[in-house]
């Protein structure tokens, strides 16, 4: 699909962009913004450390990332509560224009390219974004979407832009994550369904992570491996606390949204899946866990309904409107 300079803005002033033989130009403040790999490189000249580090690391591991999507992509727990948040998004007429914030390597944006729509996918990282782009085009998408370089706190888009909008597992990856949702209602039509997938809860931070990560220490202190420092977690994954549902509901209100809907997503079943990848990376090889993620599949169904659960799912799900 063919990005057109009357969408895109300078995501610095928000001035409008004009297109030159190797990039765009703020007619407004005069950055350029080169192309990178062909993609049109649109994160303001000066971003922090913290965002340098996540643009490298999600390139850098990209083969990491990608075995672990191959072992992830069978599994009835990620597809279940995937689908769910996808199905949001499907109730926009097909053809409807999404913009994915941080799409990572494409696998979200591919469904909803199956499924009739047009999708502008950004990334901070170049190494995510190619295999979003090989995997899209590789499925004969290549008219119906285009990939762009953006910071998710910057977006590079016109205001009044987008029929709809999704983020999934990436709000916690920014410094300042109102501003992620604020520049994604910016560029939403007004009414335009907006949607979070599995976003990080924040119980596990202040009571198990802790007490499992000291348990690991002393694993490998015991096994005589020196210090545990996991090199495959992001800075950013390695600083977040999560999100309570009270912190997502005043995110969210400050951001200008209305009608937040948060929805519990997994219990049992994300503890058998989380489990297995854990296990995975510690013994180098997949343990696929399916048949048991199955049945727990079916215990949150009923652990979804008891109201003192209520506030401890593993991750939100999330539907809001412009
Ligand atoms: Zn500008």
């Excluded at 002033?13 to 192309?35: H, Q, V």
């Excluded at 994915?100 to 901070?124: H, W």
């Excluded at 802790?210 to 690991?216: L, N, Q, T």
């Excluded at 993620?293 to 079916?298: G, H, T, V």
Aim: charged fraction near 25%; aromatic fraction near 10%; proline fraction near 5%.
């Amino acid at each position: 699909m063919r990005i057109e300079s009357d969408f895109l803005r300078c995501p610095v002033c928000k001035g409008s962009l004009n297109e030159m033989e190797d990039g765009w130009r703020c007619a407004s403040c005069g950055i350029d913004y080169p192309l990178c790999e062909g993609f049109p490189d649109l994160v303001p000249p000066s971003i922090s450390d913290l965002k340098k580090s996540e643009r490298s690391h999600y390139t850098d591991l990209i083969d990491f990332y990608l075995r672990g999507h191959e072992m992830w992509k069978g599994s009835p727990f990620y597809n279940h509560v995937h689908n769910e948040f996808l199905d949001d998004l499907r109730r926009l007429p097909a053809g409807s224009l999404i913009l994915e914030v941080g799409c990572g390597l494409g696998s979200d944006g591919l469904k909803l390219l199956r499924s009739g729509y047009r999708l502008v996918e950004t990334e901070i990282a170049p190494g995510s974004l190619r295999e979003a782009r090989r995997l899209h085009h590789d499925d004969g998408f290549g008219d119906s979407c285009a990939h762009l370089l953006a910071d998710a706190e910057n977006l590079p888009f016109a205001e009044n832009t987008f029929d709809g909008a999704l983020i999934v597992a990436t709000l916690h990856h920014m410094p300042e994550p109102v501003c992620c949702l604020r520049e994604i209602r910016r560029v939403l039509k007004p009414g335009g369904i907006f949607v979070i997938g599995t976003e990080l809860n924040s119980w596990q931070f202040r009571t198990i992570f802790p007490v499992g990560k000291r348990f690991i220490q002393l694993v490998y202190r015991i096994l005589g491996k020196g210090s545990y420092k996991a090199e495959t977690v992001s800075e950013a994954d390695d600083l977040t606390e999560g999100f309570s549902a009270k912190d997502l509901q005043a995110m969210f209100e400050a951001a200008g949204f209305s009608r937040l809907e948060l929805k519990p997503a997994g219990y049992l079943a994300a503890l058998v899946y989380f489990l297995a990848v854990l296990i995975s990376g510690y013994i180098g090889r997949d343990l696929r866990l399916f048949p048991l993620e199955s049945a727990a599949l079916k215990v949150d169904a009923l652990l979804e309904r008891i109201k003192i659960l209520a506030p401890y799912p593993w991750h939100w799900n999330a539907l809001a409107y412009a």
